[in-house]
Nanobody
Framework: VQLQASGGGLVQAGGSLRLSCLVS????????ITWFRQAPGKEREAVGC???????NVVGSLKGRFTISRDNAKNTVYLRMNSLKPEDTAVYYC??????????????WGQGTLVTVSS
């Protein structure tokens, strides 16, 4: 099982980015995938997840700015981030399979992709 996160970079505050998580080793369409992030000096926290049905659950403080989608044909889950703020600076990880919001729920993690938001 492999998850590969990509798409991070440097963006100005107010800008947007779309991260991708390419999944291999299991039939992605049958499972949820979850995004986490870890800011410097902080604990890894859940961003949100997308279920096999396509239903999403983005944590409250990020709702309205962050959206999660999936393309099963491409074995890829996306995290679209709008109106980015400096406090969104973090390494972003995808994890699966599943839709739990606890780090302990997952055995498989992507390598992380760094998002830096400048003020």
């Amino acid at each position: 099982v492999q998850l590969q996160a990509s798409g991070g970079g440097l963006v100005q505050a107010g800008g947007s980015l779309r991260l991708s998580c390419l999944v291999s080793g299991f039939t992605m369409e049958n499972y949820g995938i979850t995004w986490f992030r870890q800011a410097p000096g902080k604990e890894r926290e859940a961003v949100g997840c997308i279920r096999s049905s396509g239903a999403t659950n983005v944590v409250g403080s990020l709702k309205g700015r962050f959206t999660i989608s999936r393309d099963n044909a491409k074995n890829t889950v996306y995290l679209r981030m709008n109106s980015l703020k400096p406090e969104d600076t973090a390494v972003y990880y995808c994890a699966g399979p599943g839709c739990g919001l606890s780090r302990q729920d997952y055995d498989y993690w992507g390598q992380g992709t760094l998002v830096t938001v400048s003020s």
